[in-house]
């Protein structure tokens, strides 16, 4: 008679899965493997001896494929001693260096405007960026029928009246003149929504405002603190023009470019850049806040973020600033 016990001690003595697959062969082949042989002989024993018989064959047979499984498992696992020799910590290993982060760009760049106006008296301002019809347009003297009104260029907001997107950050200067008495000088960094998009245009950006109202704040205090101000910002290689423009809020209206002599790009070089707006605050504007004009009077000026950016660090796409991709960042 077979003694089934010795296939279980083997199985758990197999070294390697051939060990298993052999003794597996040797169990249940299928021409002549002991167990398959022993289940086939089955038919020729007499009725009471087949039944104890089977039932016994049946359990073996449980028994001996159940320990080459959990063989197999064991086997396919790291023993400990595998373990002791692979898994060790080498302390004189080299780790990579860390990298250290910095300021994204444009968030660096209004820290350096915040700083450098700040250094000149300037108050820093945030207001927001979901704004009344009446700040945006109506109070900076933008009549109704400005094309800056049109749904082409803003964004209103969908279900509450009135309410839109702030498509530049002049609406802060009303906000600010609302809540205090003059004399002040404010700078005012943020996020401007406009339906815009392409490699020179986002619609999302961002502008810095500036504002100064005193007795006797004139055009050429204007001149005086944006040429100080954004040589330090830009580069001193830069030269300024003033150009006259015209902005419903101020009057008279200005243009600031700027001509980089510097390293840039050939197509550029030489050329004269617009980079923002500026003027004396229209009378209507400080009538609308409250504050006399005939007593007060001052200058006003708006800039992008992004433009002279791009123009600094030779930027073709202005979309790179948002998308995160470290490869750009990398580079500042
Ligand atoms: N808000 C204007 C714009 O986004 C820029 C501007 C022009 C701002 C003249 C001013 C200003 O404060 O005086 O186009």
């Not at 749904?151 to 530049?168: A, C, S, Y």
């Not at 810095?208 to 101000?229: Q, R, W, Y």
């Not at 243009?255 to 070089?269: A, C, I, P, Q, V």
Request: proline letters at 6%.
């Amino acid at each position: 008679m077979t003694d089934w016990s010795t296939y279980e001690r083997r199985i758990n003595d197999a070294k390697g899965p051939a060990d298993l697959d052999a003794i597996d062969q040797e169990l249940f082949g299928r021409k002549n493997g002991t167990l398959t042989t022993a289940l086939k002989e089955l038919g020729s024993l007499p009725e009471a001896e087949r039944r104890t018989k089977a039932q016994e064959l049946n359990e073996w047979k449980k028994k001996l494929t159940g320990a080459i499984d959990i063989r197999r498992k064991e086997l396919a696992s790291p023993s400990d001693d595998t373990l002791k020799k692979s898994d060790t910590i080498d302390s004189t290993l080299e780790l990579p260096g860390k990298c250290r982060g910095h300021l994204h760009p444009i968030p660096e760049f209004i820290r350096q405007v915040e700083e450098v106006f700040g250094r000149m008296g300037f108050d820093v301002a945030y207001g927001p960026e979901i704004e009344s019809e009446e700040n945006n347009f109506n109070k900076l003297n933008i009549p109704e029928t400005h094309p800056a009104r049109d749904t082409q260029d803003t964004f209103w907001i969908k279900g509450v009246q009135n309410t839109v997107l702030r498509t530049h950050t002049s609406p802060v200067q009303i906000r600010y003149m609302q809540e205090r008495k003059p004399p002040f000088r404010m700078i005012c960094p943020g996020k401007t929504y406009r339906k815009d998009a392409d490699a020179t245009h986002s619609p999302m950006f961002h502008q810095f405002e500036g504002l100064m109202i005193g007795k006797d704040v004139s055009l050429a205090n204007l001149k005086a603190v944006l040429i100080t101000a954004m040589r330090e910002l830009i580069g001193r290689d830069v030269d300024f023009r003033f150009r006259t423009g015209f902005f419903p809020f101020v009057e008279p209206g200005l243009e600031l470019d700027m001509l980089w002599k510097g390293d840039l790009k050939e197509s550029r070089e030489g050329k004269w850049l617009e980079m923002g707006g500026c003027g004396m605050v229209h009378p209507n504007v400080l009538k609308n806040v409250g504050i006399d004009p005939a007593q007060w009077q001052g200058f006003a000026f708006g800039f992008g973020i992004e433009r002279p950016l791009m123009i600094k660090h030779r930027i073709p796409d202005l979309r790179s600033f948002y998308e995160g991709d470290p490869r750009f960042l990398r580079q500042f």
